[in-house]
C-alpha cells in the first residue's frame, strides 16, 4: 500500500494542471476521515502555497508558519467545505486570510532570498493589493477568481488590482532611476 502511494506521488500532476474535478473524490474522502487523501490534497498545493506565503510575506520563517497553518486550518474545516468553489479556491482563501491577518499585525522585512526589488515593491502595498498582485502576476489568476478567494466583489478585486499595479509601476520606475544615477564601480585588478 505505502509503496503504491509512492508511485501515485511520482506521477502527481502540478496542481495548476488538475482539472478541479479530480479533486471531488479526494475531497470526499477526506472529508470521510481518509487522512492520505487529504495528505494527497496538500501535496497537490504544497509548493504552490509556500511560494506564495513566501512572496506574499518576505520571510520564509513565516511563509512556512502559514503554510502550516493553511493546512491546518483546510484539514479542521474540511466538513465546512460544501464544493459551492473550487478546492484550490478554497485552499487559497485560507492562505489569503492567513497572510491578511499577518500583514495587518506586523511590518516585514525583504527576505534576502529571490527578486529583492520585487519583493521590496510588494512589501510596500497595502494586504490586499499583496495578495492579489501575487495571485495575479505569479499565478495568473483571473480577477473573477481573486474576487471567489478574497470573498470581495469583482470590482473591488479589479480597483485594488490596478491600485497594486500602479503602485508596483510607480515603484519600478523610481528604482530604476535610483540605479541609473548610481556610479559605476568597475573592479580593479
Known amino acids: ?3 503504491r502511494f509512492n508511485e501515485d506521488l511520482k506521477t502527481e500532476r502540478f496542481s495548476s494542471e488538475l482539472d478541479p474535478i479530480e ?6 474522502r477526506a472529508r470521510n476521515g481518509d487522512s492520505l ?3 494527497r490534497l496538500a501535496l497537490a498545493f504544497d509548493s504552490a502555497v509556500l511560494q506564495t506565503a513566501l512572496r506574499i510575506t518576505g520571510s520564509a520563517h513565516i511563509a512556512g508558519e502559514i503554510y502550516r497553518r493553511t493546512f491546518l ?5 474540511l466538513p465546512l467545505f460544501h464544493f459551492e468553489c473550487s478546492f484550490s479556491a478554497w485552499i487559497f482563501r485560507h492562505l489569503a486570510q492567513l497572510c491578511i491577518e499577518h500583514l495587518s499585525q506586523e511590518s516585514l522585512q525583504v527576505n534576502s532570498g529571490g527578486d529583492r526589488c ?3 515593491i510588494l512589501m510596500h502595498l ?3 493589493e499583496r495578495i492579489i498582485a501575487e495571485l495575479k502576476f505569479g499565478h495568473g489568476f483571473p480577477l473573477s477568481l481573486l474576487s471567489e478567494i478574497l470573498e470581495i466583489p469583482r470590482e473591488v478585486a479589479r480597483l485594488s488590482f490596478l491600485r497594486a499595479k500602479g503602485k508596483m509601476q510607480t515603484a519600478r520606475c523610481a528604482e530604476l532611476s535610483y540605479i541609473a544615477e548610481q556610479p559605476f564601480l568597475e573592479e580593479v585588478t
Open 1 to 3: 500500500m505505502h509503496g
Open 23 to 28: 479533486f471531488h473524490p479526494l475531497v470526499k
Open 37 to 39: 487523501a487529504f495528505h
Open 73 to 77: 486550518r483546510a484539514y479542521r474545516n
Open 118 to 120: 520585487l519583493a521590496g
Open 126 to 128: 497595502k494586504p490586499r
